[in-house]
């Protein structure tokens, strides 16, 4: 089992920035790649970055690339996501997940383990 917990949600302006942290414990950090995906309301969950075990290989989806920066501290068992030049339309819920051994990087079928999830939301 691997506990997940995200932090660092709250209310900012359009053209502001948050960091994200999903702290993890449980089996060893290292072992997983990592993801972070988000939900809108009414909408369905989506991809939105993800990093492997070590941190050198990262992904993102088109609509926050440039904006958005995923990074992980395996010393600290913790992943960010740093998150510039926010737009209204990045209003949602920001979960953290873990990889699962099968599925897809970019689907939620993809991860194990989910965080409980931190509401991000963007003022215009």
């Known amino acids: 089992q691997v506990q997940l917990v995200e932090s660092g949600g709250g209310l900012v302006q359009a053209g502001g920035s948050l960091r994200l942290s999903c702290a993890a414990s449980?089996?060893?950090?290292?072992?997983?790649?990592m993801g972070w995906f988000r939900q809108a309301p009414g909408k369905e969950r989506e991809f939105v970055a993800r990093?492997?075990?070590?941190?050198?290989?990262?992904n993102y989806a088109d609509s926050v690339k440039g904006r958005f920066t995923i990074s992980r501290d395996n010393s600290k068992n913790t992943m960010y996501l740093q998150m510039n030049s926010l737009k209204p339309e990045d209003t949602a819920v920001y979960y953290c997940?873990?990889?699962?051994?099968?599925?897809?990087?970019?689907?939620?079928?993809?991860?194990?383990?989910w965080g409980q999830g931190t509401q991000v939301t963007v003022s215009s």
């Open positions: 990093i492997n075990r070590l941190g050198y290989g990262r």
């Open positions: 997940a873990a990889r699962g051994l099968s599925g897809s990087d970019y689907y939620t079928s993809g991860y194990e383990y």
């Open positions: 449980g089996r060893t950090f290292s072992n997983y790649a």
